[in-house]
């Protein structure tokens, strides 16, 4: 899935995407709707984007599993 006026998916695109397994901190805050600021201070204080969304460190990126996000938005898997 891609959006057809820009080369970047939607948030909405992300998470009804059955490739993708994985998403930055970023990424997740966005589809949240809250600031990276506030999803960074969460990760930090908890190890945790939001209840059962852990954050994994690679490097120096954060990233999130898109079947947690899924789990807590309850949102089925896409396939």
């Known amino acids: 899935m ?8 939607t948030p ?7 490739a993708i397994v994985t998403i930055s901190l970023s990424q997740a805050c966005q589809i949240l709707g809250i600031s990276k600021s506030t999803g ?3 990760y ?3 190890g945790f984007l939001a209840d059962g969304v852990p954050v994994q460190r690679v ?3 954060c990233i ?5 996000l ?6 089925p898997d896409p396939r």
């Not at 909405?12 to 059955?18: F, I, K, Q, T």
């Open 44 to 46: 930090k204080t908890t």
């Open 70 to 75: 899924r789990a807590f938005l309850g949102k």
């Open 2 to 9: 891609t959006n057809q006026t820009n080369s970047r998916p």
């Open 12 to 18: 909405a695109e992300l998470l009804d995407d059955p």
């Open 59 to 61: 490097g120096k990126r």
């Open 64 to 68: 999130i599993s898109i079947f947690h």
């Open 40 to 42: 960074h201070q969460a």
